[in-house]
């Protein structure tokens, strides 16, 4: 039976603070039992972690107790053993590479892709 429970989850938001939210993070996903990767960066936040359903739905809760984090979305799959080694708060230039500074996701949410575009 699959009993943990596996997340990734991105968000572009404005984060100044980012490189500051990285040791109570990590902090609180250790004592979660939780095991992955959050990436932080001035332009968001982007995860993929696994654990006990519990843990990691207690560490969601947490991240959306943040306004700016209120609407994150997470996607769930379920697998029997945690996939991760560690876990792991980064704090980085971009949470998805994309090598061109004129390129700020956050700040143009109308030219998202969109279907049929």
């Known amino acids: 039976m699959n009993k943990v429970l596996n997340i990734s989850a991105y968000k572009f938001v ?3 603070d980012a490189a ?4 109570p993070l ?3 996903a250790k004592s979660l039992g939780l095991k992955g990767t959050i990436l932080l960066a001035e332009e968001g936040i982007n995860l993929f972690l696994a654990g006990a359903p519990e843990g990691v739905r207690a560490l969601l809760a947490h991240l ?3 306004p700016r984090l209120a ?3 997470a996607k769930e799959s379920w697998s029997a053993e945690v996939p991760f080694g ?8 971009e949470i998805i590479r994309m090598n061109h500074p004129a390129i700020q996701p956050a700040a143009d949410a109308r030219r998202r892709w969109k279907p049929g575009r």
């Open 14 to 16: 404005p984060l100044p």
């Open 20 to 23: 500051g939210l990285r040791e």
């Open 26 to 28: 990590l902090a609180r």
């Open 64 to 66: 959306r107790a943040d």
């Open 71 to 73: 609407d994150l979305q």
């Open 86 to 93: 560690r876990m792991l708060v980064k704090h980085k230039r």
